[in-house]
T-cell receptor, first 113, second 112 residues
Framework: DAGVTQSPTHLIKTRGQHVTLRCSPI?????VSWYQQVLGQGPQFIFQ???????GRGNFPDRFSARQFPNYSSELNVNALLLGDSALYLC????????????FGSGTQLSVL | RKEVEQDPGPFNVPEGATVAFNCTYS??????FFWYRQDCRKEPKLLMS???SGNEDGRFTAQLNRASQYISLLIRDSKLSDSATYLC?????????????FGSGTQLTVLP
């Protein structure tokens, strides 16, 4: 079985541009979460979606948005990119909206120049 | 004050050594506790959950002290393959387990 897949693996953008990151959860998983990891820090929670509804939002500006599709894949969108948005963006999936294990994808490394 | 605080290290230890990592959390209502391991430029992977009674998985032992809001991880007989960053993780009471709060991580290098 395929794990959590994210695309692209690397991305270079310039300030002011927008970016769309994609995530496909493990087959059968209905919950997807997004995390941002800045170099030298732990991952920081951005969003959680379950059954296509937003179930949680971290402390990020409105430039960050996300959605989940009927097939449970997800997109993270970031508008008006800032240099500080440079980070590893991690997607994680799990099977139920309960207390069980998260499986992380290998992430998208975003560099904003 | 950060919600989860860890000593960033780095910890450089010889093979076979015992090493301990500590972590404190600020929200007394935190419900679940974990240690994750992250290799360089890779995704975090769950190492073990942490229970109030303490738990052990091979060479790894995790402890939780709710009164002191303190979590620890002990690694015995360190191997070269244990070199990684260890992330302390908590979830809030009533919150989804997918809304994890990570510490900044403690870097471990095991030397031959």
């Amino acid at each position: 079985d395929a794990g959590v897949t994210q695309s692209p693996t690397h991305l270079i953008k310039t300030r002011g541009q927008h970016v769309t990151l994609r995530c496909s959860p493990i087959s059968g998983h209905k919950s997807v979460s997004w995390y941002q990891q800045v170099l030298g820090q732990g991952p920081q929670f951005i969003f959680q979606y379950y059954e296509k509804e937003e179930r949680g939002r971290g402390n990020f500006p409105d430039r960050f948005s996300a959605r989940q599709f009927p097939n449970y894949s997800s997109e993270l969108n970031v508008n008006a990119l800032l240099l500080g948005d440079s980070a590893l963006y991690l997607c994680a999936s799990s099977s139920f909206d309960g207390n069980e294990k998260l499986f992380f994808g290998s992430g998208t490394q975003l560099s904003v120049l | 004050r950060k919600e989860v605080e860890q000593d960033p290290g780095p910890f450089n230890v010889p093979e076979g050594a015992t090493v301990a990592f500590n972590c404190t959390y600020s929200n007394s209502a935190s419900q679940s506790f974990f240690w994750y391991r992250q290799d360089c430029r890779k995704e975090p992977k769950l190492l073990m959950s942490v229970y109030s009674s303490g738990n052990e998985d091979g060479r790894f032992t995790a402890q939780l002290n709710r009164a002191s809001q303190y979590i620890s991880l002990l690694i015995r007989d360190s191997k070269l393959s244990d070199s990684a960053t260890y992330l302390c993780v908590v979830t809030p009471l009533g919150g989804s387990a997918r809304q994890l709060t990570f510490g900044s991580g403690t870097q471990l290098t095991v030397l031959p």
